[in-house]
């Protein structure tokens, strides 16, 4: 009987992995989880961030949801009754500990067991693009800029934790290959990377309202009102016009040689 896959995407902010997510709703064979592990990193009770500690009110829905209830929530598809496999999209940042050069036998806070079920796979993006393009949210919906929210070194840490657990290093996709190649990526990464068909329906889609993007408001409109990755890669390239501060030029040039270091290891088609 063939084994239920539980697959993980795992990204930094701003990385098109949201428009990745969309591919896999496309598919009637996998349930998708829209960052299922921020709830409880910013506003449970074992939050391991504060950034929202004045705000959680607005957020009550959210105040008792702990990292172990997301891990049932995942895992509930693949054994009830009309079984699908699992597809997670989520930031290594909501699930590497701040301290995690402390726990060294897993730097995360996901339990071993489960992190061994599941298939790892990552998506990254140019620090050259993703960072104008995380400035540009936090000015448009007014908030003071969070430097460590671009998630550069959490992600490298999870793929080298993971690529010691799990003694190879996960599928890793670039997300410039991806828009510009979106075919024979989505078909290597399925094939060969999660041993699984590829679907053509996961290069299209409806532009609409995703109901578990709402959570995040402004931060997914392309992702939802796109109709595919060619769209997502326009919408990259209109950062030519925006003036950056010199701590964002700082923020890009310190990401830049974690950004390369793991390109290393990108699908190549």
Known sequence: M????????????????TAFERAFIQ???????H???????????????????????AHAEYLNVTFS????QI???????????????????????????????????LPIEFLKRCKHTFILRTPRKSVPSLYR????????FIHDDIGYPELQVLFEFLTELIGTPPTLVEA???????????????????DDRFETNML???????????????????????TGFNQCQQATDKNDELILPDDIQELIEKSMPIYEKLCEFKLRV
């Open 75 to 109: 895992l509930k598809p693949t054994t009830s009754e009309g079984k699908k496999n699992v597809f997670v999209k989520d930031m290594a940042r909501h699930v590497v500990r701040p301290d995690y050069k402390s726990h060294r036998e897993n730097p995360t806070v």
């Open 27 to 33: 598919r009637e064979d996998y349930v998708t989880f």
């Open 35 to 57: 960052e299922p592990f921020g709830e409880p990193c910013y506003f449970g009770p074992e939050r391991i961030y504060s950034y929202y500690d004045n705000e959680l009110s």
């Open 176 to 194: 410039d290959d991806l828009v510009e190649k979106p075919e024979a990526i989505m078909r290597m990464y399925c094939e060969s990377g999660i």
């Open 137 to 144: 949210a936090y000015v448009r919906s007014n908030q003071k």
């Open 204 to 226: 299209e889609w409806k532009a609409e309202r995703i109901e578990a993007f709402d959570k995040w408001p402004g931060w997914h409109d392309m992702a939802q009102y796109s």
């Open 69 to 72: 209830q997301m891990i049932d």
């Open 2 to 17: 063939e084994t239920l896959k539980i697959v993980f995407l795992w990204s930094h902010v701003r990385s098109v992995s």
